[in-house]
């Protein structure tokens, strides 16, 4: 398949649905043609890359995919990122009740930059992603989770989010934004036929020495 990357831009719309105060979607991000074209590619490049064994909470296959991956897995990383930076830039600016989480990570933080490496996922039938909060252990840490769904030609693979108690249908081309803390535990339910296929990344900065700062729950601001 030949990419083609002025069509891809052209059919881009990002139709905002608003599922909670936190949690948006933005749909028609991209084609089903580009989306096909990047399960068939990451299927084929990944088959050299290093893959994250399933465990009892994350019952799925993850690759990380990087700058150092393979050509073709390059040029997929550098559109991956364009799309998602294309809906954080919508998310952090359209919704009003993110501006104090903005200032807050200005003032705090050292720096707030989109994660240079994505995890592609794929799901294959009885997988799931049990409850879970993403996060990161040492270093910096994860502010806002970016969601790509690649298909939604199965069964089951449904997004849940606990307390807010929204269940999610997956579209293909749609982007899910949502803030990393406690009050966002969420998961995958169970494929019942056919695959899953994602990409996931976050925001992700490394709170300034002596700030006094824990965003342990971001949504109370």
Request: proline share 1%; net charge neutral; charged share 25%.
């Amino acid at each position: 398949m030949i990419y083609n990357h002025r069509i891809l831009t052209i059919k881009a719309m990002y139709d905002l649905v608003k599922h909670s105060k936190f949690v948006y979607e933005y749909q028609n991000c991209v084609s089903k043609s580009w989306c096909d074209y990047m399960i068939a590619a990451l299927k084929k490049g990944m088959q050299t890359e290093k893959m994250h064994e399933k465990n009892e909470v994350r019952h799925n296959r993850a690759y990380c995919i990087t700058t150092s991956s393979n050509e073709e897995i390059k040029k997929l990383h550098f559109l991956v990122h364009e799309k998602i930076n294309r809906a954080h830039d919508l998310y952090t600016t359209n919704n009003k009740d993110i501006f104090p989480v903005l200032n807050l990570l200005s003032s705090h933080l050292d720096t707030h930059t989109l994660e240079s490496d994505f995890v592609y996922r794929t799901y294959d039938e009885n997988d799931y992603y049990d409850w879970h909060v993403d996060r990161k252990i040492g270093g910096s840490d994860f502010y806002f989770s970016y969601l790509l769904y690649l298909n939604d030609d199965f069964c089951g693979g449904n997004t849940l989010f606990l307390h807010d108690k929204l269940k999610i249908a997956p579209k293909v081309g749609s982007i899910i934004c949502f803030p990393c803390d406690t009050y966002m535990a969420h998961k995958s339910t169970k494929i019942l036929k056919g695959e899953k296929h994602i990409i996931w990344t976050c925001l992700e900065a490394r709170e300034k020495e002596g700030s006094g700062y824990s965003k342990n729950d971001i949504r109370s601001l």
